[in-house]
């Protein structure tokens, strides 16, 4: 099942801690990395969402879960970062949740939730 294709009025890209710190009494600080790899977070904010859409974009978070990984595409994502692509190996972190308001009788507001890369 893939991803739904909606849009977005923003996507915050941020990185999970991967570090290990102590301080001995002795004042000196003793650090590691923990993983090889360095995860990114998203915070992705949808624009309003069409009743349709909501409805299958939460099927899919109800069929995924928290826990199932899934192939998403970063559409906003910087084609000059070495470091950066557009296809992302995530599960959700947060649930999907959406409110219809009477300014726009057919459309869901979705707040913005969060997805984890693995």
Known sequence: MAFPTITYKSILTDYESNEIKSS?????VIARR???????EFTVQPTKLK????????????TM????SFQWINPLYDPDDVNDSSLYTVRFMTPISGTKTATFPNHYDVKSFKLMEV
């Open 65 to 68: 879960g928290t826990v199932v």
């Open 51 to 62: 009743d349709a859409d909501f409805l299958l974009l939460k099927e899919y978070y109800d």
């Open 34 to 40: 923990r993983f090889t790899k360095t995860r990114r």
């Open 24 to 28: 001995p009494q002795d004042g000196k």
